[in-house]
């Protein structure tokens, strides 16, 4: 039986065996595959879009972002829920998905990151050379 490449295949049990930790909570993030591309989707509401970086350093994906909150001498704070400061978050990248063809788009307080499979790592059919000649049987039909 063929079995379909993902190189994110252990992503589900880590984050299932792990604790949430403040940059999980303050980035939740879905992740899945369309087709040829993996899809990752960073929530980052109240995020400065120039403060948004993302880098691939050997095959470590990070997303770095930062989220300030405006203060003044005369503020009392009642409830203060919504986390401040800088973010990261770490995605370990398999061998099979084309780093170089990284797109990412920030849009409506989501950054939108597709990592596409690499041509090598795609599956495709290999044709089946056939090296016998065809048999033809010559005959006469009687009628």
Same mark, same amino acid.
């Given at each position: 039986?063929? /079995?379909?490449?993902?190189?994110?295949?252990?992503?589900?049990?880590?984050?299932?065996?792990?604790?949430?930790?403040?940059?999980?909570?303050?980035?939740?993030?879905?992740?899945?595959?369309?087709?040829?591309?993996?899809?990752?989707?960073?929530?980052?509401?109240?995020?400065?879009?120039?403060?948004?970086?993302?880098?691939?350093?050997?095959?470590?994906?990070?997303?770095?972002?930062?989220?300030?909150? #405006?203060?003044?001498?005369?503020?009392?704070?009642?409830? /203060? #829920?919504?986390?401040?400061?800088?973010?990261?978050?770490?995605?370990?990248?398999?061998?099979?998905?084309?780093?170089?063809?990284?797109?990412? #788009?920030?849009?409506?307080?989501?950054?939108?990151?597709?990592?596409?499979?690499?041509? #090598?790592?795609?599956?495709?059919?290999?044709?089946?050379?056939?090296?016998?000649?065809?048999?033809?049987?010559?005959?006469?039909?009687?009628?």
């Amino acid at each position: 039986m063929a /079995r379909t490449f993902d190189p994110f295949s252990q992503v589900d049990r880590w984050f299932s065996d792990i604790p949430r930790t403040p940059a999980s909570s303050a980035m939740p993030m879905d992740l899945y595959r369309d087709g040829d591309v993996f899809v990752a989707r960073v929530d980052l509401p109240g995020v400065d879009p120039a403060s948004i970086d993302v880098d691939v350093d050997d095959r470590t994906l990070t997303v770095r972002a930062q989220r300030s909150v #405006e203060t003044t001498d005369e503020q009392k704070w009642l409830v /203060r #829920e919504r986390p401040a400061g800088t973010f990261a978050r770490q995605l370990t990248l398999g061998y099979g998905v084309a780093l170089d063809k990284i797109a990412a #788009e920030y849009r409506d307080g989501v950054l939108s990151l597709r990592i596409p499979v690499a041509e #090598e790592a795609r599956p495709r059919k290999i044709a089946v050379a056939h090296s016998g000649g065809a048999t033809q049987i010559e005959g006469s039909v009687e009628s």
